[in-house]
């Protein structure tokens, strides 16, 4: 059964950077998605960022675009998404997920497609 388990959260002061980690074990494909999303307190759960199987296809949300990469070393390496430039709005539970795809560079962009969640991180961004 495939776990995912995220870290690297915390308190961190406008304009200073984080990075999170998410490790997974247990695939049973070499196609596959990674993605980051997080949900703020009273706020819908939001995409942030995704990686595909081969590196090759990433996707960034615009609230986060030119602040964080998303990244990883290797196949079913740790997968990281390096967030600088934080800011207030930032803060939130971030969540990494998996799921098949049929193409080394998909990368999936919505919650409803990827069946298999971490338990999630807290990021506070606060003065």
């Known amino acids: 059964q495939l776990q995912l388990v995220e870290s690297g959260g915390g308190l961190v002061q406008p304009g200073g950077s984080l990075r999170l980690s998410c490790a997974a074990s247990g695939f049973t494909s070499d196609l596959y998605s990674i993605g980051w999303f997080r949900q703020a307190p009273g706020k819908e759960r939001e995409w942030v960022s995704c990686i595909s199987s081969n590196s090759a296809g990433t996707n960034y949300a615009d609230s986060v675009k030119g602040r964080f990469t998303i990244s990883r070393d290797g196949a079913r390496s740790p997968v990281y998404l390096q967030m600088n430039s934080l800011k207030p709005e930032d803060t939130a539970i971030y969540y990494c997920?998996?799921?098949?795809?049929?193409?080394?560079?998909?990368?999936?962009?919505?919650?409803?497609?990827?069946?298999?969640w971490g338990q999630g991180t807290q990021v506070t961004v606060s003065s």
């Open positions: 997920a998996h799921s098949i795809t049929y193409h080394p560079r998909m990368c999936l962009m919505r919650g409803y497609e990827y069946p298999d």
